[in-house]
């Protein structure tokens, strides 16, 4: 089946306690991308990586970190959490089509983050 | 930078009727793709329905159709005959064409709708 997973699903720490969510996908998407999704405010784009060893960032990146060394994988590193970084995070990927297109964006199932 | 819209943060409908969700976005540019994402209880994003602004016909999806008015920038979402299963967030969301700013989707603030039995 393909899909893009997500873990863990929930996560409950405290400030300051370096986390890695993992993000995979088994569809051989070139881009891959985190936002975050906040009330109110819709989803924001954190970092994105339109392929092996090439990340930018999005429109919130402060705090996060991430690394593609497989096209498969494309963690989320908070080196030093804190409670503003409370949010429900999701990984999506997207195929790049011909002319450089990228298409329709398929969504993991989403981490519940918490920061005490 | 685009920017999307959606200007209800709440709607609510009657099973079986009909109801409209607003979006408008803001680009300077002439050709993108926009979507419609559902995200029920699960929390899991639910690609709803997708237009290419370089098509002039409105996309549909079953009871899922869109009001694409381009030169307005605005790009609603009707549900027709309105299900219990419908009751969700839905996302209104924007993307470039190609390019390093191609890849990203700017999604809007949401709308919360309502199915009442």
């Known amino acids: 089946e393909a899909q893009v997973t997500q873990n863990p699903r929930y996560l409950i720490t405290v400030t300051g306690k370096k986390l890695t969510v993992t993000c995979s996908q088994n569809m051989n998407h070139e881009y891959m991308s985190w936002y975050r999704q906040d009330p109110g405010l819709g989803l924001r784009q954190i970092y994105y990586s339109m392929n092996v060893e090439v990340t930018d960032k999005g429109d919130v990146p402060e705090g996060y970190k991430v690394s593609r060394k497989e096209k498969r994988n494309f963690p989320l590193i908070l080196e030093s959490p804190s409670p503003n970084q409370t949010s429900l995070y999701f990984c999506a990927s997207s195929r790049r089509e011909p002319r450089g297109v990228y298409n329709e964006q398929f969504f993991g199932p989403g981490t519940r983050l918490t920061v005490l | 930078a685009q920017t999307v819209t959606q200007s209800q943060p709440e709607m609510s409908v009657q099973e079986a009727e009909t109801v409209t969700l607003s979006c408008t976005y803001d680009?300077?540019?002439?050709?993108?793709?926009l979507f419609w994402y559902k995200q029920p209880p699960s929390r899991q994003m639910i690609l709803v329905i997708r237009q290419e602004a370089y098509k002039q016909q409105n996309a549909t999806e079953n009871r899922f159709s869109v009001n694409f008015q381009k030169a307005a920038k605005s790009f609603s979402l009707k549900i027709s005959d309105s299900q219990l299963g419908d009751a969700a967030m839905y996302f209104c969301?924007?993307?470039?064409?190609?390019?390093?700013?191609?890849?990203?989707?700017?999604f809007g603030e949401g709308t919360q709708l309502t199915v009442n039995p």
């Open positions: 680009t300077s540019e002439s050709d993108y793709y």
């Open positions: 969301a924007y993307r470039s064409i190609g390019g390093t700013s191609g890849s990203r989707l700017t």
